[in-house]
């Protein structure tokens, strides 16, 4: 089944401790990006990547980092996570002119 | 930036049709997509216009106007079950792809 997928779906932490998000897809895209959605504020791209070792700044891109060392794979990290990041993020790919797939969202709160 | 306009709140009747409109700058355009996203759940695909035109599929049509910079979703025969947001997202040229707020439609009985 094509699809996209992304660990944990829930996570509560605290302020200043490192974590990662992990995004898988199987459909051999070559884009994948990163949104965060919060009330009011809709879908805003953190990250997105063309292809393997080709990664851009979106909108919102302070307080993450992103790598893309396999192509199906896109993990996002928080180094030093803090409570202004607590929203609910989704991964994405699609080929260059087609739809995009979204995983199913990570909820992250940080106290 | 780009500044992509849709109603933030519609509400429609069971069985009425309702119209989403969406509106752009057209610098750079180069295709529209509609998604729908249920409170909680990811956004899931619901149409893509490059051309001119409305494009129809079972009770859900989007048009498109290029040079307006316009489009929008037409949803007929609503069901209970369309309560949801709608997100317009253009696309533009070098792939980046914009989403807007989104309109969230209520569907009363």
């Known amino acids: 089944e094509a699809q996209v997928t992304q660990n944990p779906r829930y996570l509560i932490t605290v302020t200043g401790k490192k974590l990662t998000v992990t995004c898988s897809q199987n459909m051999n895209h070559e884009y994948m990006s990163w949104y965060r959605q919060d009330p009011g504020l809709g879908l805003r791209q953190i990250y997105y990547s063309m292809n393997v070792e080709v990664t851009d700044k979106g909108d919102v891109p302070e307080g993450y980092k992103v790598s893309r060392k396999e192509k199906r794979n896109f993990p996002l990290i928080l180094e030093s996570p803090s409570p202004n990041q607590t929203s609910l993020y989704f991964c994405?790919?699609?080929?260059?002119?087609?739809?995009?797939?979204f995983g199913p969202g990570t909820r992250l709160t940080v106290t | 930036g780009q500044n992509i306009d849709q109603p933030t709140e519609m509400t429609a009747t069971e069985g009425a049709i309702v119209q989403i409109n969406c509106t752009y700058q057209t610098s750079g355009f180069n295709g529209l997509f509609w998604y729908q996203q249920h409170a909680g759940e990811a956004p899931t695909f619901l149409s893509y216009n490059v051309l001119d035109g409305l494009e129809e599929k079972g009770r859900f049509s989007s048009f498109l106007s290029r040079s307006k910079g316009y489009s929008y979703l037409l949803l007929k025969e609503l069901q209970m079950k369309d309560s949801a947001s709608y997100l317009c997202a253009p696309r533009f040229l070098g792939g980046k792809l914009i989403f807007g707020q989104g309109t969230e439609l209520s569907v009363k009985p």
């Open positions: 994405a790919s699609r080929r260059e002119r087609g739809e995009q797939y």
